[in-house]
Each structure stands twice: as C-alpha cells, then as structure tokens.
C-alpha cells in the first residue's frame, strides 16, 4: 500500500518517476552507483548551485550529499567553474607533463603531513588500489589488514569482508584480513601471529565516512604498533582530506600515516585520486636504470590516460588554494554544529530516541537509538545499530525529506555554500517530516 509520505513524492516527482522507467531497462537497478538506488525511483536532476540543486520535476533540494562528499565549495564554484572553462579552451590533454600537475601536487604537499611524494589517479578506487600495491611491494609481504565495515571503494581485494563480492577469486580474498575497529589487542595479536603483513588501512574517522567512528585513541595505539612492527600505515583520506581539517584527518588528530589516499575534494568536483606519503614507498613506481630484474619484478608500472589530466588539476588546484587561504573548513563545521544542536534540540523537543553526532562537517542521524552518547564519538551497540538502521523508517524519512526539500537521509556533508538560513530550514523540514513519520506510526 501507497503510504501518505510515498503518494506525496510520487505526486511531486513525475518527471523522475519517467525517467527510471526508462533508465531501468538501460542499467542496473537503473542508476549508475550502488549508491544513488533508491525506493521507489531515483531523482533526476538538471542543475545546482551552492547548496541546493534542482531536479527535473523543478524542486529546490538542499543537498547534504554534494558531490558524494567531493564539494566541499559546494555546487559550481564560481572560481572554479572559470578555472575550469578557461582550461577547456586552453586544452584538456597533453599526453604530456603540465605546470599545473606540478601546482597541484605541490598543494596536496603543503596540506597533508605525510606527503613527501604524490601520484595521480583518476579516482578514490584507484588510488587506495595503488597504496596496498605499493606497501606490498615495499615490504616484500602480502596479506593487508582492514576493519569492518570500512569502505575503500570497488576494487577486488578491498572489497573484501563487504557485500556484493561476486566474481572476486578466493585466492584475492585470502590475501586480505578483516579486524574488528577500535580493538588494538586483536589488532596486535594478528601481527605476532602473522609476519606476512604488508600494511594496515582504515578509514581514520571511522567506516562510512565516520558514521562508525574510529576512537582516536586507537588512532594513536595503530601508530604506535606499526611502527613497532614495520607494518606500512594507511589512512583513506577520499572523504576525510582537506574536511576534516585543511590538512585531512591527520592534523586533525595530530598522527601522521606513512600513506595517504586522497580523492573527492582533490578534485575540486570533477574526477581525481592520489596517493601520497614516504618517499621511498610512492618510489616504487621509479624505475632503477640498468636493474632489468628490479623493473620487472619489484618495480610498480602504472600509467592511467587521465592521471593529472589538465581539466581535473584546474578545478583541484582552484579548489585547495580555496581551502588553504579561507575559512572554508571552519564554515562548513560552523555549519555542521549548528545543524547537530537543532537536530539534538528537536528529538528533545518532538520526545524522539536518537542523537545527531560526528566531527567537523561530517553529520549523522540516529534515530530510535536511546543512549548516551558525546555526539561526536558515538558508538552502538548492535541493538541500538538496529534501532538506528530501521530500513522502513528510515527510507519513509528519507521521502519525506526530499518531498521537503532536503537531501540528506542519515547523512549529512556540509559544505562552506550552506547559509544559516539553509540550516535553519532543514531543522524546519525535519520537524515536518518526522511529524509525517510520527503520523504513520512508525516513531
Ligand atoms: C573512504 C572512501 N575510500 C574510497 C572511496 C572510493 O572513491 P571513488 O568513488 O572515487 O572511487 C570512497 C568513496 O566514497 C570512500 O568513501
């Protein structure tokens, strides 16, 4: 049965219910990334700006989804749109080196702590694929360490221990293992047991952008217990670089990696991926001249006909010097507190279990979870994870959002575009659409 919530945003959304028709016989569960699906269709959009975008249908939505956490500037930054129009007309592939490649590696350098040297890739996938590549080929090992939950992107071996494993060799699999998050003893115990171990990766904030949170006392303790075991120390920085603070998750918690994988805001909203850290280790990609065994065995080839390409290191460079030479870090976590006390203050208010929580300007709502927490380093227990994760409920919020004008769900990556008065307004929508929930009994 049709609920209210569910009439209303098929009522409003009838050019995008179309287009899924259509654009389900064209791809899989007709959308172009696992996670743009959505019940009972995705919307279409046809432009944004700041922080709102427009769908097909006409709706104004704020959006706490930018660019999947790639717009820090939010939507179409005028600067960066001239940076990039002006590299259109001046050419979009050299098949050859740039200033500009230089100009953005030298920010990526002057931001990020653990940055000696860089390599360009064309996304977050390929560049963690190359940072555990890179730490076996260092160490001489095989096997890589990662944690629940944690998400680094489409490829085989990184996929492993998540959903969705279909087609990956067992032999891959076996390569990788999966540890429990914030748990430092089981940690230690696998690298006395193992001296097979190339490499620790981890989303330093927590997995799904942090929504899990890692403890940064066991940030500290990770850092310790590599360097005593010589295990090569990752952070995935795709979502956490230059948000969490200009300088990534790093100089947030003041602990420095020996690799950092960076993409999203990189890239300044179009596509791009590095990988950066220790010399010595982003050298194994150099070739040692007269060591036809070291080039053919040890060494790491790797090329990509869009690595640094001139229209992506336009937009990233534009946008980097934006982050280091304005408060744009500040405002979006400005804005993100603002947003988490009036959620907090509005489950008071409306007597609903759940907190908002998170860091800087990262966000995120648990609803029908009835605990204490600091709001920032929220850890569930598996009953409260479930309470927390009602598909039904939170999928009729979800709709019930957008129908209001807000594109969030659970989830919220706020940008320097929001206003106050955008804030305030998508306090004004949440009430409405839980009310709606509330009205279908379902908090
Ligand atoms: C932490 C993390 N690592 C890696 C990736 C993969 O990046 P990309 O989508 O650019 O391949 C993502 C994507 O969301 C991510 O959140």
């Known amino acids: 049965m049709t ?41 279409y959009y046809t432009h944004a700006e700041g922080p709102a975008k427009y769908d097909v249908d006409g709706n104004r939505l ?36 740039t200033d500009l490649e230089m100009r953005w590696g030298e920010l990526v350098r002057e931001l990020i702590p653990s940055a000696e040297k860089v390599r360009f890739h064309s ?29 680094h992107g489409w490829s085989d071996y990184l996929s492993a221990g998540g959903e969705g494993i279909g087609g990956i060799p067992a032999e ?20 006395k047991e193992d001296d097979d171990i190339a490499a620790v990766i981890l989303e330093p904030t927590g997995a799904h952008m942090g ?14 217990v590599t360097e005593r075991y010589g295990v090569v120390l990752i952070f995935d920085e795709v979502v956490t670089g230059f948000r969490v603070s200009k300088g990534g998750a790093q100089s947030y918690f003041g602990i420095t990696p020996d690799m950092t994988t960076l993409a999203k805001i990189l890239g300044g909203g179009l596509p791009g991926g590095a990988v950066t850290g220790k ?19 040890r060494r790491i080839a790797h090329n990509g006909t869009f690595n640094a390409n001139p229209l992506s290191a336009a937009a990233g460079i534009k946008c980097l010097e934006l982050v280091a030479n304005t408060p744009v870090n500040d405002t979006a976590d400005a804005r993100a507190l603002q947003l988490k006390n009036g959620l907090n ?23 029908g979870a009835d605990h204490e927490c600091d ?57 409405k659409a839980l009310t709606e929930v509330r009205d279908q009994g379902l908090v």
């Open 123 to 151: 996304s977050g996938t390929e560049a963690d694929m190359m940072a555990i590549r890179m730490a076996r080929a260092y160490t001489g090992k095989t096997k890589v360490i990662k944690f629940d939950d944690h998400f």
């Open 62 to 97: 704020l959006d706490f989804f930018p660019g999947h956490g790639a717009l820090i500037l939010g939507h179409s930054h005028p600067d960066v749109v001239k940076a990039v129009q002006d590299q259109m007309a001046a050419g979009t592939h050299f098949s050859g080196s």
């Open 345 to 367: 203050d509005l489950l008071s208010k409306m007597e609903i279990p759940g907190c908002a929580t998170g860091i800087s300007s990262l966000m995120f709502l648990r609803l």
């Open 211 to 224: 929504a899990n949170p890692i403890l940064p006392t066991f940030l500290e303790q990770l850092r310790e």
């Open 279 to 297: 010399a010595d280790i982003i050298n194994m990609i150099e070739d040692h001249p007269g060591d036809a065994e070291y080039n053919r065995y």
């Open 375 to 431: 709001k920032e380093y929220c850890i569930l227990t598996p009953e409260h994870a479930a309470q927390a994760g009602n598909a039904v409920r939170n999928q009729q919020l979800n709709l019930a959002l957008l129908n209001h004008g807000v594109h969030s769900g659970n989830r919220f990556i706020l940008t320097a575009s929001h206003t106050e008065e955008d804030i305030d307004f998508t306090v004004d929508a949440f009430e």
């Open 3 to 43: 609920t209210p919530i569910e009439q209303r945003f098929l009522d409003q959304h009838p050019g995008s219910a179309h287009r899924h028709e259509t654009a389900r016989s064209l791809f899989p569960n007709g959308v172009t990334h696992d996670a743009r699906k959505q019940n009972p269709f995705q919307l």
């Open 172 to 191: 891959t699999l076996s390569t990788m293992i999966v540890l429990p998050p914030n748990d430092i003893e089981t940690f230690e115990q696998k690298l």
